[in-house]
C-alpha cells in the first residue's frame, strides 16, 4: 500500500467508524426524529416547533394518557398511532428505527430515569431544564449516555435566542469594560401541581424559575460561583408550600471577585429581568426569560444600546431544537450538555446549603 494510499485508507476507516456510531446523520440530511416524553405544556411548545423547523421532526409519542392526547399529535403531525408508547412499554423504542432522539418534558423527579432508560435504548437526550433533582442524578445521567454513546443535552433555550448571544458577546468582549456584577430574578405568577411537590418537583421556585438566572449569569460570566449567600421565605400559611420554597434571593461571588445577586419567586409577581454591569457600562435586559417579547436597553464603551428581539414563540425551541440536530448529525458536543446541567445543580445544592434548606 502506497503512502497516499494509506492515508486513504485511514481517512476511509475514520469515516466508516463515525458513521457506525451514528448512522442515520452520517449517511443522510433527513430530520432528527423525535419522540417526546411526556406531554403536557413544554411538549406542546417542542412540538410546534419541530413542526416549523427543516432538522427535527416528531415521529413518536410517549404518554401515560394515549387515548386522550396521542389523536390529536398523530393528527397534527403526521404520527403513526404505532409509534405511540407508555411509561411501561418506552424501552421498547430501542427497536424503532422511526425514532432517533427523545425530549424529556416531564416532572422534574423524572428526567433522571427516563433520559438514562432512552440511552439504554440508544436514542439521543434532549432534557429539560433542570437536569434533574441532584448533582448525583446528573452524574448517573451523563455517564449513562457517555456508555451508551448517545448525545445528552439540556434545553437551555436562552443559550440559543440570537438576542441573548449578541447580549453575550457584548459583555464578553469588553464593551462594559471590566465585567463586575450581576442582578437578575425570575418571579413568577402562582403555580400548581406537581410544582409544588418535593417528590417530583426536587425543590421549589429555584429549581423551576431561578435556574434562569443562575444560569445565564454563570454563562456570560465565564467562572462558577466559589461560595453563596441565600434566604427562602414562604408567606402564604398552610400545605400549599409544605414541602418547597415559595422565595428564594441568593448571592453567589466568583473567584475573579463578580459578585451576582439573583432570585425567585412562585408568590410575587415581579417579570424577569437581569442587569449586567461592567466598569463602564451596563446592560439591562427585561423580559429576559418569556417566549418572545425579549428587549435590552444600556450603556457601552461604543455608546447608547437597545434592541428588542422580534422572534415569536416557539423561535428559541427552534433553534434549540436545530442545534441538537446539529450536534447529532455531525458528531459535535451540544453548547449545553449534561456538564452544564450538573454546574447548575452544583450551584442550586449550594444556595439551598446557604439557605439552610438542604436539597441533596
Ligand atoms: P406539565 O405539567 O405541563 O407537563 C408534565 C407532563 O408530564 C404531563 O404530560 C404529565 O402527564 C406528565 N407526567 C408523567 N408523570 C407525571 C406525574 N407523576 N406527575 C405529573 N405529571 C406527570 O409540565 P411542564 O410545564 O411541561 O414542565 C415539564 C418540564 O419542562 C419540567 O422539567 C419543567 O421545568 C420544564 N419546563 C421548561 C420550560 C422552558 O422554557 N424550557 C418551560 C416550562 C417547563
Given at each position: ?8 485508507f485511514?481517512?476511509?476507516s ?15 440530511q ?8 411526556g406531554l403536557g405544556?413544554?411538549?406542546n ?20 394518557h ?8 398523530e393528527?397534527?403531525?403526521?404520527i ?30 423524572m428526567?433522571?430515569?427516563y ?5 439504554k ?10 437536569m ?7 452524574r448517573?445521567m451523563?455517564d ?8 445528552l443535552?439540556?434545553?437551555y433555550?436562552?443559550?440559543?435566542d440570537?438576542?441573548w ?5 457584548m459583555?464578553?468582549?469588553g ?6 456584577g450581576?442582578q437578575?430574578g ?18 421549589g ?15 456570560i460570566?465565564g ?18 408550600f409544605?414541602?418547597?420554597e ?15 445577586s ?24 427585561e423580559?429576559?426569560?418569556y ?6 436597553h444600556g ?5 447608547p ?11 428559541q425551541?427552534?433553534?434549540e431544537a ?9 458528531n ?5 450538555p ?7 445543580l ?6 439551598y ?8
Open positions: 500500500m502506497s503512502h497516499i494510499d494509506r492515508r486513504s485511514a481517512k476511509l475514520l469515516l466508516a467508524t463515525a458513521a457506525a456510531a451514528f448512522p442515520l446523520h452520517a449517511e443522510s433527513q430530520p432528527l426524529r423525535f419522540a417526546p416524553v405544556t413544554i411538549s411548545i417542542f412540538m410546534d416547533a419541530c413542526s416549523k423547523s427543516s432538522k427535527c421532526k416528531v415521529t413518536a409519542l410517549v404518554t401515560g394515549a387515548a386522550e392526547k396521542a389523536p390529536k399529535y393528527a397534527l403531525y403526521g403513526s398511532p404505532k409509534n405511540v408508547y407508555n411509561y411501561e412499554n418506552y424501552d421498547e423504542i430501542a427497536h424503532n428505527p422511526d425514532i432517533d432522539a427523545v425530549y424529556i418534558g416531564l416532572p422534574n423527579s428526567h433522571a430515569e433520559t438514562i432508560r432512552a440511552a435504548a440508544g436514542k439521543h437526550v434532549l432534557c429539560e431544564k433542570p434533574a433533582i441532584s448533582s448525583a442524578e446528573c448517573q451523563i449513562a449516555c457517555r456508555q451508551h454513546n448517545v448525545k443535552m439540556i434545553a433555550r436562552v443559550h440559543y440570537p438576542m448571544q449578541q447580549i453575550r458577546n459583555a464578553r468582549s464593551d462594559l469594560g471590566q465585567l463586575q450581576f437578575g425570575f418571579y413568577g405568577s402562582k403555580t400548581s401541581g406537581w410544582r409544588l411537590d418535593r417528590k417530583l418537583a426536587g425543590g421556585s429555584l429549581l423551576d424559575l431561578g435556574i434562569y438566572p443562575l444560569n445565564t449569569i454563570r454563562w460570566a467562572e462558577e460561583p466559589a461560595s453563596y449567600s441565600a434566604q427562602v421565605a414562604t408567606r402564604i400559611p398552610g400545605p400549599r409544605a414541602s418547597v415559595e422565595s428564594i434571593e441568593f448571592t453567589m461571588k466568583f473567584p475573579s471577585g463578580m459578585l451576582a439573583s432570585g425567585s419567586s412562585y408568590g410575587e409577581d415581579g417579570g424577569s429581568y437581569v442587569s449586567i454591569d461592567g466598569a463602564d457600562g451596563n446592560l439591562w435586559v423580559p429576559a426569560f417566549y418572545e417579547g425579549l428587549k435590552f450603556s457601552t464603551l461604543h455608546g444600546v437597545s434592541e428588542a428581539s422580534s422572534g415569536i414563540k416557539p423561535y425551541f427552534v433553534y436545530d442545534h441538537f440536530a446539529d450536534c447529532v448529525r455531525h459535535r458536543e451540544p453548547d449545553t449534561g456538564e452544564e446541567g450538573l454546574k447548575d452544583l450551584a442550586m445544592e449550594s444556595i446549603r446557604a439557605a439552610g434548606a438542604p436539597i441533596a
